[in-house]
């Protein structure tokens, strides 16, 4: 009871530390954003860097969900907004995944506002080692990457 408590406390301490008090590495993007080729496509981008020793690499895990401003809160849109966790790496270092997402977009005159929210699981033989919650932030854009053109906080899809 108590570990569950100090590991509840310790991942809302680490997600509500800025990027720059995070470990080097750790973050997430919107790097798609309604783009004319894929109306209403969102895409989230997760960097994870390696946790563990050479000899017990942890796993790196990542849940992606995407959220909706309601005009007063963020809510959690529901299953197609879920990418359930998804195995990215072997501890091997730092690694980078993503999901689309993709939503009708709003009638003319109306506009969606979304983020993400990414759970993160650092894991050794099926055992959750370290976790962390990340939202999407902007400032990961590299030029030399087409896959990070973008990088954004949220995404807006307008008509």
Known sequence: MRRTL?????TALLAALPAHAREPG?????NLCDPPTKPGAVGVRVSIPRHGTRKHRQQQWARIRIQWFDG??????GP??????KHLGHGRGT????TTFTFQPPAAGQQLILRGIVDVQWRLKNKVKARA???TESGHADPRKPILATSKATCEISR
């Open 72 to 77: 007063t809160m963020w809510q959690f849109i």
């Open 26 to 30: 750790l973050w997430a993007t919107i």
């Open 6 to 10: 100090l590991a509840a406390v310790a």
């Open 95 to 98: 690694i980078q995944g993503g």
């Open 80 to 85: 197609a907004g879920d990418s359930k966790y």
């Open 133 to 135: 919650m990340l939202q």
